[in-house]
Structures are given as C-alpha cells and as structure tokens.
C-alpha cells in the first residue's frame, strides 16, 4: 500500500505564486512516473506536468513556462512549482505516482487533492 500526501495550495492573486508538495510513503522499491493533474468544477481531469524517474518532464500546452516540475528520488516526492498563476489554474490539484513495491507489485496512486484558487 501507498499513501500520497500533498501540501500547498491555498488562495493567490492573479500573477502570484504558490508551490506544491507530494510524499510517497510506503513499502516502495521505486516510483517511476510522478505527476500533477487538476480537475476544475465541470471539467475533466486533465494533465498538468509529470516527470519521470530520470528527470525527463513533460508539461501541458497552458502551463508551459509558469510551471515547473521536480521531484527527489531519495525522498520519494515531487514539487510543482507555479509562478504567473491566473484564474483559469483555479482547481484541485491531484498527485499521482506508478508505484513499484518491494514486492514487485505496481500500481497508479493518486493523492488527496488540494484546491488552488486563483482570485482577486
């Protein structure tokens, strides 16, 4: 089993910044890709930035250049940080991670959820 636990978010103006945090815990022999997906009111989840466990990233089109993902394998976690927030970003934000356990078994793990608010 996995736990996700994320840390962040919280309420920003527009062109403001915010970071968010991910932790892997568990009986983890190794977490391939990690990411950030979000999901505004109405909408379906969509894509924010992942990462693989080699540091090749990947970014959706909207967040290109605001955005950045990184993660730290020894602590099995992942950061997004997100500068030039704008309204639009307004929404949860999940954590995800493929996850190899010691037991070799995998699975895809998602987080908790934290709400990013972007408002004036």
């Known amino acids: 089993q996995v736990q996700l636990v994320e840390s962040g978010g919280g309420l920003v103006q527009p062109g403001g910044s915010l970071s968010l945090s991910c932790a892997a815990s568990g009986s983890i022999l190794q977490i391939d890709d990690m990411g950030w997906y979000r999901q505004a009111p109405g909408k379906q989840r969509e894509l924010v930035a992942q990462i693989t466990s080699g540091g090749y990233t990947n970014y959706a089109d909207s967040v290109k250049g605001r955005f950045t993902i990184s993660r730290d394998n020894a602590k099995n976690t992942v950061y997004l940080q997100m500068n030039s927030l704008e309204p639009e970003d307004t929404a949860v934000y999940y954590c995800?991670?493929?996850?190899?356990?010691?037991?070799?078994?995998?699975?895809?793990?998602w987080g908790q959820g934290t709400q990013v608010t972007v408002s004036s």
């Open positions: 995800h991670a493929h996850v190899v356990f010691v037991s070799r078994s995998q699975v895809d793990s």
